[in-house]
């Protein structure tokens, strides 16, 4: 593993960021902070990057940063922040770039359309699936449990402490984009939603269901390095068609497959920064994110090392980013 690079950039980060704050579920307020710093110079400047809380998200976030410390000469500004939190920065300058949007047609209304401080810069090649998901050997037990018709038949099978009688979905931090409570309601299921709190408690969670043959019913999504240790199976919701979920109170279909695409703010992208040049041509597989995410998430390596080893591994990459 690589040793991590000495912190050049941190005061300078920490002062940038003195107004965001990590709150204690990973959130963050937009007034106030926590960010870490990448040795860089005054070529770019300040670069502000969004950290929103799942290790996907952490993945592209540190690869863009460090490309942009060190091939830029950018001061990378890594700010921890919930998605909705993060769009609030785009006007005041807090915040320059959301590297993984998850849809968000809402925000988008707003900041994009409205106040007119976000510009959509296009995808970043990672294309994201969420659902309802089943430990495997769960699926391998009872094949028609991956049938949403079916699930009543189980709900006593899934119920917990917190649900009584009816069955438990698992449901991330409460940020996360989802249709679940109305999903239950409409589809007529006696489930309700519990929040886990975070990716890793969700991940915990399946993980112990497949070792120790639990029930577990939970929202999980790809692109999503723990799919390679533990092969959930998606559980098929009524098929997901255009206009399906316009109103989040009716939904009754399942999600749809997101193309991802990068936010950032107007101001910067018009600055003529080098590290705006970086985020519009910056792409990657999902095949790429989760080397990466895999890296932070089970072999323990920080985002910046993280970072480095698949930089080292991807030269042919990043300088088609840098030269675009």
Same mark, same amino acid.
């Given at each position: ?29 937009? =007034?106030? /902070? ?10 770019? /400047? ?5 950290? *929103? ?11 863009? /940063? ?10 990378? *500004?890594?700010?921890?922040?919930? +998605? ?8 005041? /300058? ?43 050997? #769960?699926?391998?037990? *009872? ?14 099978? &899934? ?27 409409? #589809?007529?299921?006696?489930? +309700? ?12 969670? &399946? ?14 999504? +790809?692109?999503?390095?723990? #799919?390679? +240790? ?5 559980? =098929? ?88």
């Amino acid at each position: 593993m690589r040793v991590t690079r000495r912190r050049a950039g941190r005061a300078a980060a920490l002062a940038a960021a003195a107004s965001l704050l990590l709150a204690a579920c990973g959130g963050g307020d937009i =007034d106030s /902070g926590d960010s870490g710093g990448s040795a860089g110079g005054a070529d770019c /400047g300040d670069f502000n990057m969004a950290i *929103n809380p799942w290790v996907g998200y952490e993945a592209s976030a540190y690869v863009v /940063g460090e490309v942009a410390a060190q091939k830029l000469g950018c001061n990378t *500004n890594y700010l921890k922040l919930k +998605e909705e939190i993060a769009w609030q920065g785009f006007g005041s /300058g807090k915040v320059d770039v959301v590297i993984e949007n998850w849809g968000h047609d809402d925000l988008k209304k707003e900041y994009v359309d409205k106040q007119e401080t976000a510009v959509v810069v296009g995808p970043n090649g990672n294309v994201g699936v969420i659902g309802w998901y089943v430990p495997p050997w #769960l699926a391998e037990a *009872n094949p028609d449990i991956t049938n949403w018709e079916n699930l009543n038949k189980y709900a006593s099978d &899934f119920s917990t402490a917190e649900t009584g009688d009816k069955g438990t979905l698992w449901d991330g931090d409460p940020s996360f984009v989802t249709n679940d409570e109305a999903l239950i309601e409409n #589809l007529k299921l006696d489930y +309700e939603v519990v929040y886990a709190g975070s990716e890793a408690a969700l991940i915990q969670g &399946f993980r112990n269901a497949e070792k120790n043959k639990e029930f577990y019913l939970g929202y999980f999504y +790809e692109p999503q390095w723990f #799919l390679s +240790e533990v092969p959930l199976v998606k559980v =098929d919701l009524p098929a997901w068609e255009e206009g399906c979920d316009a109103d989040p109170a009716t939904v009754a279909c399942d999600y749809p497959e997101y193309i991802l695409d990068k936010i950032a703010s107007a101001d910067f992208m018009a600055s003529g920064s080098p590290a705006a040049d970086l985020v519009s041509n910056f792409t990657w597989t999902n095949d790429d994110q989760n080397q990466v995410a895999l890296y932070i998430a089970n072999d323990g390596m920080s985002g910046e090392d993280a970072a480095q080893q698949w930089i080292d591994d991807n030269p042919d990459k990043v300088d088609a980013w840098i030269n675009g």
